[in-house]
């Protein structure tokens, strides 16, 4: 049986008038953020197996998070991931659900040993690996990524989050090494898993393969060289890498080009820089006519779009680019082991002393360069480790509700069904369409990696058998050196952490789980992966909702980056404006797939709105005593126009904002929530109750229902102010508020509709005294007139009114004098008395200055428009603006003459 679930309480001290007065006037973050957060994690909040009974029977909701890459602190796009997903259980945790979100790192196998091999070459050595030998070497990333670890998650508690540590994951742990070999093994025995011979993204400066999505593209320029092989080729062909050329053995052109219809399928020996070449002409629909000279030289062992085509047509592959990205033997004696820019430069020369170029051109060019590192990419062929995912094999278990066990399909279908059933939803929705773009172009996906950190590959050779296996076979077998790419592992992050290969009672119970909560920018890094591994091993999806956020930029929309010197660190920004208005800055004005621009006046202003909170807090718990004491709700009889407003508009909030939750409208339930709880309640209703008084009971449902919606955003101060004002429980596990009033309620609903129409005749009396220039604090006479069933309701609530309006007195139902200001509001007459309010002299003096450079502004615009000459040269849209000017300005005067005229 769980336990009952507690958070230890500081009651009121009861000598104190209220809780209210042991507030201080600003709030303070940092001196109890760190203490809430550890009587959280102290009391089991964060299990799911220890909350209340009514969580124990609701419905399992689980999110896994990101697991960020353990090399070393977080940054503000992890920040908004942990805002995000917080938000998400926290609401989901107090709507009664049995809520799980599952921490953990990822051993991020490329992206750690790249990081400690850079800071071992900047402690002296010149190669880490070779001097330090394996085991050692590994022994100093292992070191590296437990300290990254360490920082990471204490950085995740800053920002709040909610997450079950007893459940803390790593992809690199003993039981997802576990899963990770039993998925290779599956894999492979279904014939999907495969070694073979094929062009790889190649790193020369790490010397390991790469998958297409670890591979970016650095924009820059490239010379586009029209050129001959040599003299007796009988047409140019066009390239901007020369130094390949060495490895053609086809020259394509389209079919349909007629330029080019007589040489197909015969075959040249051209001697090419001294090397001679054997290319045949061969007819590809892929080929461009209108790209270049319209004939592409073909070199299968270095591009990838080339062996696709070498495939079709039985093309030889040379490799004529080595590992170390140094020219090969293949290459001719004369350019063996040269570097590919000193080869390139040797070529063109070579190519120009003979007059072979004809022309050479600079054009734009994604260079493909290595995401970690940096290095230039090659594309090589190797022999290396692959998923296939085309290639259809026989399903394990019934699948998606389409397939039956024993039915074949191939891994694409089923990534593709996943999303196009809907039991997969992407939000926003038009990343479904990329997401099905991606997976119509994807290619076979190689696994294997040719560095230390990492899973093993679970291979064994012995001569020339091979044993698939996460033990040793016995003596003589040596374990194949490659590691898996972190992707694969990372694929099975939805049910290895809830105990997959076992079937265990957390992978029954949350499995599939909610939402993945991630970056836009990993769509087909990581959730495309997921739902290959999860629909091929479980039959199911890993989840039902995919909720992409934005990248966060600075204030200019740029990206982040210490070269510019525009990182915002979340550990920076928590000290000084607290961890709430951190995850408000992250969640509000924001929407799914948008990029953030994010700075510190952002920020600054959140923290501004969690002062208000407090405030407003502080106000009601000062008004109310002590919560702890039992108060009958008000009955209908009982309560003001006012009260039935504010819980009419309340219960509005409540159904609106929880609705758009349930559909990630985070934003939005954020923006409404705020729009409330600043202007309807602290601008307006508690307005009113200073006037009206003894408002314990409305004013206690109120604050604990607005601490309750807020807190999913705003953890730390609404538990604070629970705490203080000692609410039962912890807001943690508090239920998320109900209905205040019932929406079948016709009477306190017409009753709220009544302070609205109060709450326009305010406004506009308020309006009427600003455009009159009378100061705020200055009392004003004013008198209403219109319907009779309005000025009754206005009589009714005059005491209120008065003050609101800051009225020295109001006559209802008598026609006001023409000199008083007036104004129409609804079913009456607002007038207001400017004589004793106002120095009428200064305010005519004031008027009729601003009447006289009001008329000469006209006539300018008049002359400009009477210009025949300037009329028939000057844009249309310029005239037309000059126009509607004028119109305005003339409005304006006339409005100006009228004020003149009651002033005098």
Known sequence: MPRMFSIPMSRPNSSSA??????????????????????????????????????????????????????????????????????????????GKRALWIPGTDHAAIATQVKVEQKLIAEGMVNPREELGREAFLERVVDFAEESRTTINRQVRKMGSS?????????????????????FRMMYEDGIIERG???????????????????????????FVTFKYDEAFPFPISTTRPETKFGDTAVAVHPDDPRYKPYIGQTFEPVFCGKKITVTVIADAAVDPAFGTGALGVTPAHSMVDADMAVRHGLQTIVVIGKDARMTAEAGERYADLTIPDARRKILAELEDKGLIEKVEEIPQNLPVAQRGGAPVEQIPMEQWFIRVNKPFALRQDTLGKWRKGEEATLKELMRHAVVSGQINIYPDRFTKTYFHWIDHLRDWCISRQIWFGHRIPVWYKG?????????????????PDTLDTWFSSGLWTFSTLGWPERTHDLDAFHPTAVLETGYDILFFWVARMVLMTTYALGDVPFHDVYLHGLIRDEEGRKMSKSLGNVLDPLDLIPKYGTDAVRLSLVLGTSPGQDVNLSEDKIKGFRNFTNKLWNISRFILMQIGDPSIERRASSVAERTLADDWILTRLTDVIVSVTAKLEKYELSSAGEELRDFTWGDLADWYLEVAKIEGEKQAVLTRILRSILKLWHP????????????????????TAE???????????????RGTQFERIRLVVTDARRLRAEQGIEAARMAAFSISGALEMLDLLKENEAVLKQLIRASDIRFGQEADPSWASTVSGTVTIALNVAGSIDVKQELQKAKKELKETEGYIKGLERQLANNEFISKAPSHVVEGLEVKRQEAEQKRAALQETVKRLS
């Open 197 to 223: 011979y094929r062009i790889v993204n190649w790193d020369p400066q790490f010397q390991t393969t790469l998958s297409d999505d670890e591979v970016e593209y650095r924009e820059g320029k490239a010379q």
């Open 736 to 750: 998320w508020p109900e209905h205040l009033v019932d929406p079948r309620a016709k009477g306190s609903m017409e």
């Open 464 to 480: 020339t058998e091979m044993a698939v296996s996460s033990e040793s076979p016995g003596r003589g077998w040596t374990q194949d």
């Open 713 to 732: 955003f705003m953890p730390f101060v609404t538990e604070h102010v629970w705490k203080t004002a000692g609410f039962d429980r912890s807001l943690i």
């Open 163 to 183: 997450c079950d540590w007893s459940r803390e994951k790593y992809t690199l742990d003993h039981e997802r090494n576990r899963a990770v070999n039993e998925m």
């Open 18 to 95: 209220s809780p209210g007065a042991s507030l201080p006037k600003a709030y303070d973050a940092s001196s109890v953020e760190d203490e809430i957060y550890a009587d959280w994690e102290a009391s089991g909040a964060f299990n799911p197996d220890e909350l209340p009974a009514r969580n124990q029977n609701g419905d399992p909701y689980c999110i896994v998070m990101p697991p960020p890459n353990r090399t070393g602190t977080l940054h503000m796009g992890h920040a908004a991931m942990l805002a995000i997903e917080d938000l998400l259980i926290r609401f989901h945790r107090m709507r």
